[in-house]
């Protein structure tokens, strides 16, 4: 098994910026890939970012482009989540998630609220 502990969110105004790390324990040997996922209410949950355990590479929604980075600290079993100019539709619960197999993500994290004043 793989636990996941989030933190970092709280409420920021608009244009402004959050931290999001998760630390991720158990098997964590067995993680290949790591993401942030995102659920605003009365929507369903988005894809945010990921990244690649042992390579690094990391990809993003577009919607977060330029303004969020993902990276990873392997030594830590740790991922961060960098957000920089923040919006109002940014607002969201954001969850950590961990891969250990191949397609769907099969380990989640509580979620941290993260919410964005105009």
């Known amino acids: 098994q793989v636990q996941l502990v989030e933190s970092g969110g709280g409420l920021v105004q608009a244009g402004g910026s959050l931290r999001l790390s998760c630390a991720a324990s158990?098997?964590?040997?067995?993680?290949?890939?790591m993401g942030w996922f995102r659920q605003a209410p009365g929507k369903e949950r988005e894809f945010v970012a990921a990244?690649?355990?042992?390579?690094?590479?990391?990809n993003s929604a577009d919607s977060v482009k330029g303004r969020f980075t993902i990276s990873r600290d392997r030594d830590n079993a740790t991922v961060v989540l960098q957000m920089n100019s923040l919006k109002p539709e940014d607002t969201a619960v954001y969850y950590c998630?961990?891969?250990?197999?191949?397609?769907?993500?099969?380990?989640w994290g509580q979620g941290t609220q993260v919410t964005v004043s105009s």
């Open positions: 990244i690649s355990w042992s390579g690094g590479s990391t």
């Open positions: 158990g098997r964590t040997l067995s993680i290949n890939r």
């Open positions: 998630a961990a891969r250990t197999g191949i397609g769907m993500y099969d380990w």
